[in-house]
């Protein structure tokens, strides 16, 4: 008798079947994730219910080293994904002060309603690997619920791993020292937000009120740091602001003073972005959903940046996902293609550990 891998049949192992996907309607999982046996850190002590970034290396056999961030904490934490579904590991911390701080200045020019709440939490929102680095960045907007200024929400983060993973000296690859600092952090994220033509009147705004700038998602790619806002959303379009990265993370305190790329992307009315991965071929996946609060689905986009739409990339929709009680589609991942069918791992805020459903979706 013939046996069957995980890897041939990856949603029977670790988690439960969900129901067939039909042929129109919103997007089903093919799997729900079975909840880890450890759970993700959180500051407060408890499982992690605000998972909102994850980005994985290349696979080894069955498994992938990936990381995930909330938008609460100081720290990123790796995660192994294998047959049996994600698996927390170590954490890295991220943020500092002082001399050996983000490079750049720091913000303070902001119109948070509350003023300001201190140097706090990443609130990290979107994560990605280019080799041979995890970027980290936080959202760049006042806090959502007690509308404060947080000088640490406008930080950017890399650290460098080798193929193992193994975290080494960002400038060499080597081994790391005991006097060796692994993270490379930056302010510069937030000169270009001010510099942007046509979003930089909605920095340091509320969100849900002044429909204030927020990044949630990121990639890397061509020598850009692309960053996917969330808001402001306008005329059913949200935007990608694309950096050079030898720009942000060089040493010193000079800001940026070079107006970054802004490239309109269209979606669903009242979306913005909520999450970005980069397929094979260059192009670029986009998980939307609210912009703020408002009722409106989760939705997947195809936005290549080769091709352009009026002042902005070209943008196809795909397909809306499956409304998940209680869950806000938050990070997206994609873990195998064949042939034209994409295989996606979303993880949800306000679910134990990410609440982990995977997807299966044609992109033709």
Known sequence: MRTVSCVSVLFLCGGHLAAAQPA???????????????????????????????????????????LVINDQDTFAQFAELGPNGLAPGRTIPLLKKGPTGPSGLA?????????????????????TYSAPFFYVIGSHGCSRKK?????????????????????????????????????????????????????SAF????????????????????????????????????????????????PGSEPLTEAPLVAPVRLKQDQGIRDLALMDDGRFLVLSGPAQNQNVPYSLFIVDPTVKSGSGFKSDFLIDLESVPDGKAEALQIVGQTGDKLRLLVLFDSLPNGGAREYEVAIN
């Open 147 to 199: 509308r404060k200024f947080h000088a640490s929400a406008f930080v950017t983060a890399r650290f460098r791993v080798d193929g193992s993973g193994t975290v080494v000296n960002p400038e060499t690859g080597a081994t790391l020292d005991a006097a060796d600092d692994p993270v490379q952090s930056t302010y510069r994220v937030a000169d270009a937000l001010k510099l942007a033509p046509g979003v």
């Open 107 to 127: 913000p303070s020019d902001t119109a948070c309603s509350k003023g300001d709440g201190g140097f706090k939490d990443l609130d990290g929102e979107g994560v």
């Open 203 to 250: 920095y340091g705004q509320d969100l849900n009120e002044a429909s204030g700038l927020n990044i949630e998602g990121v990639i890397v790619a061509s020598g850009q740091l692309f960053a996917g806002l969330r808001a402001p959303s306008q005329n059913q379009g949200s935007f990608l602001i694309g950096i050079k990265v030898e720009d942000l993370f060089k």
């Open 24 to 66: 129109d309607g919103p997007l089903k999982p093919i799997r729900i994730y079975d909840a880890p046996a450890v759970s993700f850190d959180s500051d407060e002590g408890a499982p992690a219910t605000d998972l909102s970034g994850i980005a994985c290396m290349p696979a080894k056999g069955e498994k992938r080293l990936c």
